[in-house]
């Protein structure tokens, strides 16, 4: 996949094209999806310091977005946003 291969000669993804990304393995129901998903989560959970209850409520986003792709992708843009944290 072409996504892939991009994302593999970068250093580092921003959270914004991962999340870019990862909306793309969610309207193609790629297989890869799901670990990529927990992966999003896992970094967003981290990198934002989120507390448990925003961290559940981030990976529960993550597992709905194939079935609501861009008003799920919505609500996750805040948490996605260079130096921002929602709330």
Same mark, same amino acid.
């Given at each position: 996949m072409l996504i892939s291969a991009a994302?593999?000669? +970068?250093?580092? %993804? /921003?959270?914004?094209?991962? +999340?870019? %990304? +990862? +909306? %793309?393995? /969610?309207?193609k129901s790629d297989a890869r999806y799901e670990r990529a998903a927990a992966r999003f989560a896992a970094r967003v959970t981290c990198e934002r310091r989120l507390a448990l209850a925003e961290a559940r409520y981030v990976l529960a986003l993550a597992e709905a977005l194939p079935r609501s792709p861009d008003a799920i992708a919505e609500l996750?843009?805040?948490y996605c946003a260079p130096g921002r944290r929602p709330g």
């Amino acid at each position: 996949m072409l996504i892939s291969a991009a994302a593999a000669d +970068l250093q580092h %993804v /921003a959270l914004d094209d991962a +999340l870019r %990304v +990862l +909306l %793309v393995l /969610a309207e193609k129901s790629d297989a890869r999806y799901e670990r990529a998903a927990a992966r999003f989560a896992a970094r967003v959970t981290c990198e934002r310091r989120l507390a448990l209850a925003e961290a559940r409520y981030v990976l529960a986003l993550a597992e709905a977005l194939p079935r609501s792709p861009d008003a799920i992708a919505e609500l996750l843009r805040p948490y996605c946003a260079p130096g921002r944290r929602p709330g």
